[in-house]
């Protein structure tokens, strides 16, 4: 109880060195760590995670450990592990963190648990596990000013050689998982991640949404309505049950090809959907998702007033800034699971390596 107590006044120390005294105050709490992770379950059918004071202790006390050096080595400890840095400016919080590692999910294929060449897909299946029931996570800025270190602790562990995460392939009750208030939640975490103020559902624009998706029912193409609202478009293949939560995460996944420095996506990188989903001006939101036809799902979601103007910022400032330097251009790096492939291990070394 003791070591609970420290953990969360430590969580919201964090949490007042990033986002000051705002909306923020919840970036980092079990609740927010384990709805989102909760959230990629339910859409395949997963039972939820219980949130664990072991865990969050043991998580706690490796970030203090990683405080000083931000780097992305493993605490090579009993249970399954996911690590997430990002660096400075970027006032990185428990979604940013849940949404690269759930994203992944694009790339796993369940029909045969593979993962797509050149990709990761431990992260998600880590979330996904089946037999994992327990989690424990903890956030740090770390010491001059060398970004954010976030981590989760599972138990049992997953990702075990030869097991598949789930049973089946997500079959799952689809219509439970698209209420308004699921496609609110995440979208409004993310924007209390940078200081901007909630979306509210609002019912033309949800009737909007939902006309354009069942034009859309035939052929699933990702095409604008071209209508008078913002406008972010998921596009699911068939073979998979796609939710609200993979079209949130999608679209929240584009914030490390946004470079807020320059206000501008990273070259070549598409990051629209990601600053829509956080215009500040944007107060409105309506969202549909249907099943096409042919299979696949299509989601959209339209924002009011339209974000993404020219010229404009989504917010204002890039957080986390001291000095007015600008944050380095790289975005952020992730790993999973100690029981890892040594290859996983070196690349992310690497990769860390270069970006600082
Ligand atoms: C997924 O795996 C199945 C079975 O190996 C294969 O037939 C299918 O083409 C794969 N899907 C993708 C998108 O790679
Ligand atoms: C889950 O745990 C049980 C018993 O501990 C084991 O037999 C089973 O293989 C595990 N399944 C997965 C998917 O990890
Ligand atoms: C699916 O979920 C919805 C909303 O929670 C519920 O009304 C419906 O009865 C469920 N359907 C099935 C088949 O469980
Ligand atoms: C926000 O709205 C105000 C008033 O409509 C407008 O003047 C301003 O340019 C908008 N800013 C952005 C960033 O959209
Ligand atoms: C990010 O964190 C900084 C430092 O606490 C804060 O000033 C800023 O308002 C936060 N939000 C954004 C969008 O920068």
């Known amino acids: 109880m003791a070591a609970a107590a420290a953990s969360l006044l430590l969580l919201q120390c964090v949490v007042t060195m990033l986002a000051g005294a705002a909306t923020a105050d919840a970036q980092?709490?079990?609740?927010?760590?384990?709805?989102?992770?909760?959230?990629?379950?339910?859409?395949?059918?997963?039972?939820?995670?219980?949130?664990?004071?072991?865990?969050?202790?043991?998580?706690?006390?490796?970030?203090?450990?990683?405080?000083?050096?931000?780097?992305?080595?493993?605490?090579?400890?009993?249970?399954?592990?996911?690590?997430?840095?990002?660096?400075?400016?970027?006032?990185?919080?428990?979604?940013?963190?849940?949404?690269?590692?759930?994203q992944e999910k694009q790339y796993y294929n369940c029909s045969d648990g593979s993962?797509?060449?050149?990709?990761?897909?431990?992260?998600?299946?880590?979330?996904?596990?089946?037999?994992?029931?327990?989690?424990?996570?903890?956030?740090?800025?770390?010491?001059?000013?060398?970004?954010?270190?976030?981590?989760?602790?599972?138990?049992?562990?997953?990702?075990?050689?030869g097991v598949r995460p789930y049973a089946g392939c997500g079959q799952f009750n689809r219509s439970a998982q698209s209420s308004p208030q699921d496609f609110l939640n995440l979208q409004n975490a993310a924007r209390a991640g940078v200081g901007v103020g909630m979306l509210s559902w609002d019912s033309t624009v949800a009737a909007y949404a939902e006309g354009y998706a069942e034009k859309?029912?035939?052929?699933?193409?990702?095409?604008?309505?071209?209508?008078?609202?913002?406008?972010?478009?998921?596009?699911?293949?068939?073979?998979?049950?796609?939710?609200?939560?993979?079209?949130?995460?999608?679209?929240?996944?584009e914030k490390q090809k946004y470079d807020c420095a320059s206000n501008a996506c990273k070259e070549g990188q598409a990051c629209g959907e990601y600053t829509q989903l956080v215009w500040a001006n944007s107060t409105r939101v309506g969202c549909a998702s249907v099943t096409c036809e042919g299979g696949g799902t299509f989601i959209t979601c339209n924002y009011d007033?339209?974000?993404?103007?020219?010229?404009?910022?989504?917010?204002?400032?890039?957080?986390?800034?001291?000095?007015?330097?600008?944050?380095?251009?790289?975005?952020?790096?992730l790993l999973i699971s100690r029981r890892k492939i040594l290859l996983t291990i070196s690349l992310i070394v690497s990769t860390c390596a270069q970006t600082k």
């Open 216 to 253: 859309r029912k035939g052929d699933c193409r990702k095409v604008s309505s071209g209508g008078p609202y913002g406008e972010n478009i998921f596009q699911g293949g068939t073979g998979i049950s796609w939710t609200v939560s993979d079209a949130l995460f999608s679209w929240l996944g």
């Open 28 to 102: 980092y709490s079990a609740q927010t760590f384990a709805d989102l992770q909760n959230a990629a379950r339910a859409d395949v059918g997963v039972a939820p995670l219980a949130w664990d004071d072991t865990l969050a202790g043991y998580a706690q006390r490796y970030v203090g450990e990683r405080k000083g050096d931000c780097k992305l080595v493993h605490s090579d400890g009993p249970y399954g592990e996911s690590i997430f840095w990002g660096n400075k400016g970027g006032n990185w919080t428990a979604s940013d963190a849940v949404a690269v590692w759930v």
């Open 305 to 333: 007033p339209p974000g993404n103007i020219a010229g404009e910022r989504p917010y204002l400032g890039c957080g986390g800034q001291v000095g007015g330097t600008p944050p380095p251009t790289s975005g952020m790096i």
């Open 115 to 161: 993962c797509a060449a050149g990709k990761i897909c431990s992260h998600y299946t880590q979330i996904v596990w089946a037999n994992t029931t327990r989690v424990g996570c903890a956030a740090v800025a770390c010491d001059g000013n060398l970004g954010t270190f976030i981590l989760c602790e599972y138990d049992p562990r997953g990702n075990v050689p």
